[in-house]
């Protein structure tokens, strides 16, 4: 599967955004979607995943309640809506596919094979 994502900008503390990850080459609904960001000089690390019906999530506990994610597998995409930003949620946002054939949400980014090109985030204050 080829996965791109977009909607990223430069925005202001207390902001909202809509990130989207839109895949293609594949059956978008045989995938466990998950969004992971990554800050300048850290490590990538994960934000939430998402089930292939949609129905169930799981998050890092850093952005429960202001972070979001949501799938339309009529559209092919899986989208990331972020909420009250601050300036420690820039980063390089990327979105990634696992269709391995569990229902477990993996948090670690060497559990999924594909990635999309990541999209900037910068918050300024």
């Known amino acids: 599967v080829q996965l791109q994502a977009s909607g990223g900008g430069l925005v202001q503390a207390g902001d909202s955004l809509r990130l989207s990850c839109a895949a293609s080459?594949?059956?978008?609904?045989?995938?466990?979607m998950a969004w992971f960001r990554q800050a300048p000089g850290k490590e990538r690390m994960f934000i939430g995943g998402?089930?292939?019906?949609?129905?169930?999530?799981s998050y890092t506990d850093s952005v429960k309640g202001r972070f979001t994610i949501s799938r339309d597998n009529t559209k092919n995409t899986v989208y990331l809506q972020v909420n009250n930003l601050s300036r420690e949620d820039t980063a390089v946002y990327y979105c990634?596919?696992?269709?391995?054939?569990?229902?477990?949400?993996?948090?670690?980014?060497?559990?999924?094979?594909?990635w999309g090109q990541g999209t900037q985030v910068t918050v300024s204050s």
């Open positions: 990634a596919a696992d269709r391995t054939n569990t229902k477990y949400l993996f948090t670690g980014a060497s559990d999924y094979a594909s």
């Open positions: 080459g594949s059956t978008f609904s045989h995938y466990k």
């Open positions: 998402i089930s292939r019906n949609g129905g169930t999530t």
